[in-house]
């Protein structure tokens, strides 16, 4: 039987390329919880299998999803398919959001926290519910 490569919280971040604070953060709000902890010096330990999640929560933060709205959509376990489309509807709505006294177009990706997000903080969930409604088959 093959052992489990485990790696502290600094070694998981430098191949993740993230900073160990924001793994701390992921743990904290149940995101991503390190693999082990050890009860006597309290050091996180990670495995290289982790990486796929941790890698779809930076994704969902790119395409601009709150933390919340993230550990939502991981227990979908959706496909790249599916987050893909979520993305292409969320621009749409995003986009024809005229009353809202924010700027989704603003050319900081980051810029004000994703203030697009904020306008319409259900976004995420109707989309994932519509993503999850498929027609049926016998309809023609």
């Known amino acids: 039987m093959r ?19 924001t793994l701390r953060h992921y743990d904290q709000c149940g995101l991503l919880k390190p693999n082990e902890l050890d ?6 330990y990670y495995s290289l299998d982790q ?8 994704a969902l933060k790119e395409l601009g999803f709150s933390l919340e709205q993230v550990a939502h959509l991981l227990e979908k376990d959706l ?7 979520m993305f292409t ?9 005229t009353h809202a006294p924010c700027r ?9 926290k994703n203030a697009s997000i904020r306008c319409n903080f259900e976004t995420g969930e109707s989309l994932a519910r519509r993503l999850h409604t498929r027609p049926h088959p016998h309809h023609h």
């Not at 485990?6 to 993230?18: C, D, N, S, T, Y």
């Not at 990486?51 to 930076?58: F, H, M, P, T």
């Not at 509807?89 to 959001?97: E, F, G, I, Y």
């Open 39 to 44: 009860p006597d010096t309290g050091y996180r």
């Open 3 to 21: 052992e489990r490569t485990m790696l502290k919280i600094g070694e998981f971040a430098r191949v993740a390329q993230v900073s160990i604070a």
């Open 79 to 85: 496909s790249l398919e599916q987050l893909r489309g």
């Open 104 to 112: 989704p177009d603003s050319p900081d990706r980051t810029g004000g």
């Open 51 to 58: 990486l796929a999640r941790l890698n779809r929560i930076l």
């Open 89 to 97: 509807l969320k621009q749409a709505q995003t986009q024809q959001m």
